[in-house]
């Protein structure tokens, strides 16, 4: 319908119609989805690299104490909770809380007020072998220079959701890593959603994929074991 004012036609207002109002409800909700997704990878992306970097520091502070000490800090297999080795840390980390929590862990805030850790040792680098009346067996591994291949060493991983909270979870037992279950009994190959990282005894950090950390597994392969030894 046209008004007329003067000499000058006026359109009628014309209100939404109904299937108009549906298609721009759907519009908003489609966007509010994918700018929810967006902000979520951001996040579980920055949680990565956060997570990645206290490995960085985690290895720095490794060879350290190493480099003043001989050998690497020992687990609470051989040490008391106090001086084991993410205790033994503290010194060589800028932000001692923030560093030894994995923000994706979901057990965080507990590990925190627990005196634990997100991050757990390679129990064959960590844990000497000893005879029945406690003498060294072998080759001592926590020493930086009797590892042949440092570089395709690992050192830590993410601890799985099944490790206790408490500072006396703090090494794997890799020995044990036979199936993937008993892989993730000890550690979490995708608290990244479907990777993890991964720290070497060079310092490096990698991040893997699950799928592909399992399929090694399956195929009778210890990703845990120190090449050469």
Not at 28 to 44: E, M, Q, R, W
Not at 155 to 164: E, K, M, P, W, Y
Not at 191 to 203: E, I, P
Request: charged share 25%.
């Amino acid at each position: 319908m046209t008004l007329r004012r003067g000499n000058s036609p006026i359109q009628a207002a014309r209100g939404f119609t109904l299937v108009e109002l549906l298609v721009a409800v759907v519009i908003v909700a489609a966007l509010s989805v994918a700018a929810f997704s967006v902000a979520g990878k951001a996040t579980a992306r920055a949680r990565e690299v956060a997570c990645s970097n206290n490995l960085r520091q985690i290895g720095s502070g490794l060879h350290l104490y190493a480099g003043e000490h001989g050998t690497y800090p020992e687990t609470t297999h051989s040490e008391n909770l106090d001086r084991a080795w993410i205790a033994a840390l503290e010194p060589y980390l800028d932000d001692y809380d923030k560093t030894r929590i994995c923000p994706a862990d979901p057990k965080r805030e507990e590990r925190l007020k627990a005196e634990g850790t997100s991050y757990i040792l390679n129990s064959f680098v960590f844990v000497p072998k000893k005879d029945p009346f406690g003498r060294p067996m072998g080759r001592s591994l926590n020493r930086p220079q009797n590892l042949p291949q440092p570089g395709r060493t690992l050192l830590a991983f993410v601890c799985s959701d099944d490790v206790g909270i408490s500072g006396g979870n703090d090494h794997t037992h890799s020995e044990l890593w036979a199936s993937w279950s008993a892989v993730t009994r000890d550690i979490s190959p995708d608290r990244h959603k479907d990777r993890s990282n991964y720290l070497f005894a060079d310092g490096r950090v990698e991040s893997w994929l699950a799928a592909d950390v399992r399929k090694r597994i399956e195929s009778g392969e210890n990703i845990a074991k120190p090449p050469g030894t």
